[in-house]
């Protein structure tokens, strides 16, 4: 069974109260976590925040893609033991693409165990559980303030 839908709303991603549909045309399946961390990586971009949770020794960030290496604002670590590699990225219209890229190069279910999303002061997404393996709980993305139309 598919489990799809043509249009999302996102709120809060572009101001306090204002809310945005998204319609691409195209189903999502949020059983489908690179598809849907890029959907909602495109639509949260523009002052967004990403944080990164795992084995990051394969993505290859550039500095001014990177804000910081530790937690910032919403964005905290969630796993206290073992200690893992943490970073939070610039989310913005050009910087999507290429982050998007070192994520699935490095194995969203294999070496990145968080993800996380917050715009505009509010946690879009997150914490996004990415590997069962690494995780004691199942993999089902949280997202606070996305909701199926």
């Not at 490095?106 to 879009?124: C, M």
Request: hydrophobic share 40%; aromatic share 4%.
């Amino acid at each position: 069974m598919n489990v799809g839908y043509t249009s999302l709303e996102v709120s809060n991603c572009f101001g306090v109260g204002s809310k945005r549909e998204i319609n691409t045309g195209q189903p999502v399946n949020v059983r489908d976590k690179e598809a849907l961390l890029r959907r909602l990586m495109d639509e949260c971009a523009g002052g967004g925040r990403l944080s990164l949770e795992g084995d990051l020794s394969k993505c290859r960030f550039t500095e001014d893609q990177v804000l910081a290496r530790q937690e910032l604002g919403l964005l905290k670590r969630n796993t206290l033991w073992p200690k893992l590699d943490f970073i939070v990225l610039r989310l913005e219209p050009d910087t999507v693409a290429p982050i998007f890229k070192q994520i699935v190069a490095a194995g969203l279910s294999r070496a990145i165990v968080h993800v996380q999303i917050e715009h505009g002061g509010t946690l879009q997404l997150g914490p996004m559980i990415t590997s069962i393996s690494n995780a004691s709980s199942p993999a089902q993305p949280s997202m606070s303030s996305c909701s199926p139309i």
